[in-house]
C-alpha cells in the first residue's frame, strides 16, 4: 500500500483532476462530509471559501491510497484506512470529499480534507506528514494482510533506500504537462551524460525545447515546453544536488530566468500552438450543425446563466446544516411512495423554527414601510 499527501490550493483544479474521465475509467464521488453542497464542486469550492478568513494560501489536504490490483480493498476497509490517516494528520472531523478512481483494473483513492480548523481559524499543520504516511501504510498492510512495500522512512530493518518515486505534486504536473517523470529522467540523463559543463547542458537543454532556470529553493531546475519544473538533481539518475553544482560551477545562477520568467517565455513560444491545437481538437469533436429547417430546440439568450437552486432550497440546505442534519438521498419523482414522500416534507418543528426566523427578518416592503415611518417622525419632531 502506498499513501501520498500534501497541503494544496485551488478547488477549481482539484475538481477537474478528481472528476477525470479521459485518463481514468472510472471517477465516483463516495463521500461528501462537513459541507452544506452536495455536489464535488460545490463542496471543494465551499471549503475554499471558509479558507478565506485563515492566514493560510493551502487549505487543502490532498491525499491517497494506492494499492495493489489484486489487493481492492472493501468498503469497510476503504473507509477504515482512511479514517486511520485523517486521525494520524490531525484531521478527525474535518470537511473532507472522498473519490475513487479505477485504471486498468486497479483501484486507488483521492481524499481532500479541509485543513481549517474553525475554532481557531487557523491551518492545521502538516509537518512529518511523509512519515505519518508511511506508519499508517505499514499499519494498514499488516490488519489487511497485504504485501509489505518498502518505505524510505518507517520500517527500513537495514535494507536500502528505496528509489524515490513521484510526490503526488509531481503526478499532478504530470497529468497536467503529459510529460512524465520517467521522460524527464530519460531526458536530462542523456544529456547529462552527453555534456561536460553547465553551459553545454543549457545549450542541449534549449535544443530539446526546455529551458535552465534559476529555482526558488534549489540552484538549478529545468522547465519543459509546457511549463512543468523539473529539478535537475531529481532528474539526472545517480546524482545529487552537490554534483549538480559542481558540473554547473561555470554557470552563475543569477544570470538565469527565474522560474516564473521562464514559464512565462515557454508559454509564449508554444502557448499558440497549444492553443492552436486544442481549437483544432474541440472543431474535431463538436457535432455537425444541422442543416436549415431541422428542428432545434430553444435557443438560450447570449450571456444568459444557468439556473441555479432557489433560494429557498438553499435556505433549507444551510438551516439543514445548521440543525446538524444530514441532507435526504434525491430518489426519482417516479420511485417515490406517498409515505415517502410525505415523510421528504420538513417537520413540524422545523415549520415553526423557519417561520420564526422569517418574522425576524423583516421583507424589503416592510423595510421600506419602516424608514417612511421614521422619516415621518423626524418631520413631526422638526
Same mark, same amino acid.
Given at each position: ?18 472528476? #477525470? ?29 471558509? =479558507? ?180 535537475? =538533481? ?80 438553499? =435556505? ?60 415621518? #417622525? ?5
Amino acid at each position: 500500500m502506498i499513501i501520498k499527501g500534501t497541503a494544496c490550493a485551488g478547488a477549481s483544479r482539484l475538481n477537474t483532476h478528481l472528476t #477525470r474521465t479521459d485518463t481514468n475509467e472510472r471517477a465516483e464521488v463516495i463521500d461528501i462530509r462537513g459541507v452544506v453542497a452536495d455536489d464535488l464542486s460545490g463542496a471543494l469550492h465551499e471549503m475554499e471559501a471558509v =479558507a478565506a478568513g485563515a492566514r493560510t494560501t493551502k487549505p487543502f489536504y490532498h491525499g491517497s491510497i494506492n494499492t495493489r490490483a489484486d489487493e481492492r480493498l472493501t468498503d469497510e476497509q476503504r473507509m477504515h484506512a482512511i479514517d486511520r490517516l485523517e486521525a494520524a494528520l490531525g484531521l478527525t472531523g474535518q470537511a473532507r470529499v472522498v473519490v475513487i478512481h479505477e485504471k486498468e483494473g486497479r483501484e486507488h483513492c483521492h481524499i481532500v480534507w479541509s485543513r481549517i480548523d474553525l475554532d481557531r481559524m487557523a491551518a492545521i499543520s502538516d509537518s512529518n506528514n511523509y512519515r505519518k504516511h508511511e506508519e499508517v501504510a505499514r499499519s494498514l498492510e499488516r490488519e489487511f494482510g497485504h504485501e509489505r512495500v518498502q518505505g524510505a522512512l518507517v520500517e527500513r530493518e537495514g535494507k536500502d533506500r528505496p528509489e524515490r518515486t513521484p510526490s503526488h505534486r509531481e503526478m499532478l504536473q504530470s497529468e497536467r504537462t503529459g510529460i512524465s517523470t520517467e521522460q524527464a529522467k530519460e531526458l536530462m540523463t542523456g544529456i547529462w551524460q552527453s555534456s561536460k559543463n553547465g553551459k553545454e547542458f543549457q545549450a542541449a537543454l534549449e535544443e530539446k525545447g526546455w529551458m535552465l532556470a534559476r529555482g526558488d529553493r534549489r540552484d538549478f531546475v529545468a522547465i519543459d515546453p509546457h511549463g512543468g519544473v523539473h529539478s535537475i =538533481a531529481r532528474r539526472v539518475k545517480g546524482t545529487k544536488a552537490a554534483d549538480v553544482r559542481q558540473r554547473f560551477d561555470d554557470l552563475d545562477p543569477k544570470t538565469l530566468r527565474s522560474v516564473a520568467e521562464a514559464k512565462q517565455v515557454q508559454r509564449e513560444r508554444y502557448g499558440g500552438q497549444e492553443k492552436q491545437a486544442t481549437k483544432q481538437r474541440v472543431s474535431e469533436a463538436r457535432p455537425p450543425r444541422q442543416a436549415s429547417g431541422q428542428a432545434r430546440g430553444p435557443k438560450v439568450a447570449k450571456g444568459s446563466f444557468r439556473l441555479r437552486p432557489s433560494p429557498v432550497k438553499v =435556505a433549507d440546505a444551510l438551516f439543514s446544516a445548521l440543525m446538524g442534519e444530514k441532507p435526504a438521498p434525491k430518489p426519482k419523482e417516479a420511485d417515490k411512495a406517498p409515505h415517502v414522500q410525505e415523510a421528504a416534507q420538513p417537520s413540524q418543528r422545523r415549520q415553526e423554527l423557519m417561520r420564526q426566523l422569517s418574522r425576524e427578518i423583516p421583507s424589503e416592503t416592510e423595510r421600506d414601510a419602516e424608514i417612511e415611518r421614521d422619516r415621518g #417622525r423626524e418631520r413631526d419632531r422638526g
